[in-house]
Every structure is written in structure tokens, then in C-alpha cells.
Nanobody, 122 residues
């Protein structure tokens, strides 16, 4: 069993910063791609940023230059540093890991976090 636990969401003012964390725990053999998605009511869940286990990153155009994704492979944790926040960044943020477990080390499966609310408002 593998689970992802997110932290760091909350309220920020426009122009402010927040840092999200997402740690994986359980019977992990290895992790591959990690990412952050966000979703607002009535809309689909969209990719915000992703990072491979070699450190290659990609970002949604709307967050380029403001958000930075990073990972700590030893801790199976992915981070999202969010700077220069805007009201339109308000959403529930979900982390996503591709994880191979000890009982199935050759197969990566997608695991989602429970979501953390980020609200940007004055």
C-alpha cells in the first residue's frame, strides 16, 4: 500500500508565496515522474508542473517563471514553490507520483494525493 500526503496549502495574498510538499510512504520500490495538478469547481484537473527522476521539468504556461517544482528522491517527496501568486491560482492542488511497489517492482502505477486547497485573496 502506498499513500501520498500533501501539506503546505492555505491562504496567501496576491503576490505572496506558498510551498507545497507531497511525501510518498509505504512499500515503495522506486518512483518515476512526479507532478502537481490543480482543479477548480466544474473544471477538469490540469497539469501545473511535472518532474522526472532525472530532474527534467515542464510547466503549464500560466505558471512559468513563478512556480518551481523540485524533488527529493531519498525522501520520495515532491515540492512546488509558488511565488507571485495570483487570484487565478486559487484551486485544489493534487500531487501525482508514478510508483513501483516492492511486490511489483517492474510496474509503475499512478498514485494521487488527497488534495490541498490554495486560496489567493486579499
Amino acid at each position: 500500500q502506498v499513500q501520498l500526503v500533501e501539506s503546505g496549502g492555505g491562504l496567501a495574498q496576491p503576490g505572496g508565496s506558498l510551498r507545497l510538499s507531497c511525501a510518498a510512504s509505504g512499500s515503495i520500490f522506486s518512483t518515476n515522474r512526479m507532478g502537481w495538478y490543480r482543479q477548480t469547481p466544474g473544471k477538469q484537473r490540469d497539469l501545473v508542473a511535472a518532474i522526472t527522476n532525472s530532474g527534467n521539468t515542464n510547466y503549464a504556461d500560466s505558471v512559468k517563471g513563478r512556480f518551481t517544482i523540485s524533488r527529493d528522491n531519498a525522501k520520495n517527496t515532491v515540492y512546488l514553490q509558488m511565488n507571485s501568486l495570483k487570484p487565478e491560482d486559487t484551486a485544489v492542488y493534487y500531487c501525482n507520483h508514478y510508483i513501483a511497489t516492492l511486490d511489483s517492482p517492474s510496474r509503475y502505477r499512478e498514485v494521487w494525493g488527497q488534495g490541498t486547497l490554495v486560496t489567493v485573496s486579499s
